[in-house]
């Protein structure tokens, strides 16, 4: 199974945040060469109307190639005077410690696990 069937496996409308955030970690320890973590908010007008994302992307590289695929989980919130405050991207290879940790720690983090979100997309595309 590959990490993109394993998250459509794993992550369900009705989970939690940490459930969501547990689910990537346990697919970001099957190991892939040279991959990379990127944790970003925002809030974002991506197919029309604004909502606050907080994503979870996977990028590793094309073989034979200067590109990258990326597998993304998107959990999507309604914008409000909270998240607009809450814009950042942070790579694992940027920070010291476990990329995980700082996703845990992080205001992004305190808010959307007490907010409720409006959908989640998983979903790869390529650079």
């Not at 907010?115 to 979903?123: D, G, L, M, V």
């Amino acid at each position: 199974m590959n990490c993109l069937d394993m998250l459509k496996r794993e992550i369900t409308e009705k989970m939690s945040l940490t459930e969501i955030v547990d689910a990537f970690e346990r697919m970001c320890s099957v190991p892939i060469a040279d991959d990379m973590i990127l944790f970003e908010t925002g809030t974002f007008s991506f197919h029309g109307e604004p909502r606050f994302y907080f994503c979870l992307v996977r990028q590793f590289p094309i073989e034979d190639d200067d590109e990258y695929y990326q597998i993304h989980v998107d959990i999507l919130f309604p914008p409000d005077s909270e998240n607009c405050k809450l814009s950042g991207t942070v790579w694992n290879e940027d920070i010291a410690e476990n990329i995980f940790d700082f996703i845990r720690k992080s205001d992004a983090f305190a808010y959307a696990k007490s907010s409720p979100y409006s959908k989640i997309e998983i979903y790869m595309d390529e650079t």
